[in-house]
C-alpha cells in the first residue's frame, strides 16, 4: 500500500501523521512512504530522517492525495484537503465530526473511507487513540489555565499555588476520564486546591483510592456544578461523550454567578466544547472574555507541544495504520471490532451513530458498510 503523509495546515499545527519510525516501520512491511516536504519539521523531523528510512519527500500536499492509497494525518482535513480526497482512498486521522456539518457534507461527498481516531476503541471500553492527545490536554490545560489567570492576560491575578499568607487557586475539572485526572493531578502538583467532578460513582470512587489527599472529588449534579463554579478562580471542562457532541454543562447565564476574570478552560472543543459559551479558538489568539470570565478554547492544545504529542500519538496509531496498510480496511476492520468503531465515512454513507444523531444524518451499520 502506498502511505502518504501531508503537511498539517491548521492554524498553528506542528504535528505531523507519522514519525520516521512510523514509516520505517511500514517500509519494512513492504508498503511505500510519501511524506510532504517539511511535514515534520515542526515535531522536530526534518525531511532528511524520513529519507534515511526510505520514505520518498514529495513537494505537494496535492501529490500526496492524488497518489496516496491511505492517507494519515493529525488533524481533521480542512476544506481545501477535503476537495483532494476520493473514493477507495483511506483517510486516517482525528475527524470529531458530530459539531462539523460542513466537514461531515464535505467527506460524504468524496466518497472517501474515513477512519476517525477518537473512535476506536480497545477492550476495556476505552479510546486508545484518543487517549495520549487527551493526557497530554489534561497536563496542558493547568498551565494555559494560569496563565490566562493573570492579570495582563484580562484574569484575576491569582497564582496557582499561592504563597505563605495567601490561599491558593481553587481549581474545578469538569470529568473524571482520562483527561480530567491528568488536570487535576497536575493542578494540584502547582499547588491549587482542586476539586474533580464525575456522573460515576465508581470513578470517584477509583480517583479517592488512588489520589486521596492529592485532590478532592464530587458528584457532578447540577447543585454541586453549580456551587463549585462558583468559588472557582479556574474551571476546566473535560468531558467526553465518545463521537458524540460535548454536553453544556455551564450556561451563560451562570458566568453572573462566578468570580469576575475566572477562567474557563474548554479541552472538549473539539467536540463542540462544554460550556455554552466556548468557541473555538486559535494558538495565535486562544483567549476571549465573555461577561467578565476568561476563556481559553484552542481547539489543538496538544499541538503546543508537538514533538511530545507527536510520538504520543504514532505510538498509538502505528499498529492500527499497520493493520490498515498491511490487510486493507475492509479485512482489518473484520478481524478487529475496535478498529471497525473507528468508521465514520465509506462511501458516501455516514457509518457512526452519534454523529448521525448529533447531525440529523441518516447512519449505515459499520458491519454493512464492511459489505459495501
Known amino acids: 500500500m502506498l502511505i502518504g503523509c501531508p503537511k498539517e495546515i491548521k492554524n498553528q499545527e506542528y504535528r505531523v501523521g507519522m514519525t520516521p519510525s512510523a514509516a520505517m516501520e511500514a517500509i519494512s512491511r513492504g508498503h511505500s512512504v510519501i511524506i510532504e516536504t517539511n511535514a515534520g519539521v515542526g515535531a522536530g523531523f526534518p525531511d532528511a530522517d524520513y529519507a534515511s528510512v526510505g520514505a520518498e519527500i514529495v513537494g505537494t500536499a ?6 496516496a492509497d491511505m492517507v494519515v494525518k493529525v488533524k481533521e ?3 481545501v484537503e477535503r476537495k483532494q480526497l476520493r473514493e477507495g482512498q483511506i483517510l486516517f486521522t482525528y475527524l470529531h465530526l458530530a459539531p462539523d456539518p460542513e466537514q461531515t457534507k464535505d467527506l460524504l461527498d468524496s466518497g472517501v473511507t474515513a477512519i476517525a481516531y477518537e473512535t476506536v476503541t480497545d477492550r476495556n471500553g476505552g479510546l486508545p487513540l484518543l487517549a495520549p492527545m487527551s493526557e497530554v490536554a489534561g497536563r496542558l490545560a493547568p498551565q494555559v489555565g494560569s496563565w490566562t489567570l493573570q492579570k495582563a492576560n484580562g484574569g484575576r491575578g491569582v497564582l496557582m499555588g499561592g504563597v505563605p499568607g495567601v490561599g491558593p487557586a481553587k481549581v474545578v475539572v469538569l470529568g473524571g476520564g482520562v483527561v480530567g485526572t491528568h488536570a487535576a493531578r497536575i493542578a494540584a502538583g502547582m499547588g491549587a486546591d482542586v476539586t474533580i467532578t464525575d456522573l460515576s460513582t465508581p470513578r470517584l470512587r477509583y480517583l479517592d483510592d488512588v489520589f486521596g489527599g492529592q485532590f478532592k472529588n464530587a458528584y457532578a449534579s447540577k447543585n454541586n456544578t453549580a456551587e463549585l463554579i462558583a468559588e472557582a478562580d479556574m474551571v476546566i471542562g473535560a468531558v467526553l461523550i465518545p463521537g458524540a457532541e460535548a454536553p453544556k454543562l455551564v450556561s451563560r447565564a451562570q458566568l453572573a454567578t462566578m468570580k469576575p476574570g475566572a477562567a474557563l478552560v474548554d479541552v472538549a472543543i473539539d467536540q463542540g466544547g462544554c460550556f455554552e459559551t466556548s468557541k473555538a479558538t486559535t494558538h495565535d489568539d486562544p483567549i476571549y472574555e ?6 481559553y478554547c484552542v481547539a489543538n492544545m496538544p499541538g503546543a507541544v508537538a514533538r511530545t504529542s507527536t510520538i504520543a500519538l504514532g505510538n498509538a496509531t502505528m499498529p492500527f495504520m499497520m493493520a490498515l496498510a498491511d490487510k ?13 468503531n473507528g468508521l465514520n465515512t465509506h462511501a458516501g454513507k455516514l457509518t457512526y451513530y452519534a454523529v448521525g444523531k448529533a447531525l440529523g444524518i441518516d447512519v449505515v451499520s459499520p458491519s454493512l458498510a464492511l459489505k459495501m
Open 62 to 67: 496535492a501529490e500526496i492525495f492524488k497518489r
Open 328 to 340: 486493507g480496511w475492509k479485512q482489518a476492520c473484520e478481524d478487529d471490532e475496535h478498529l471497525l
Open 77 to 79: 482535513p480542512q476544506a
Open 290 to 295: 465573555v461577561d467578565g470570565i476568561m476563556h
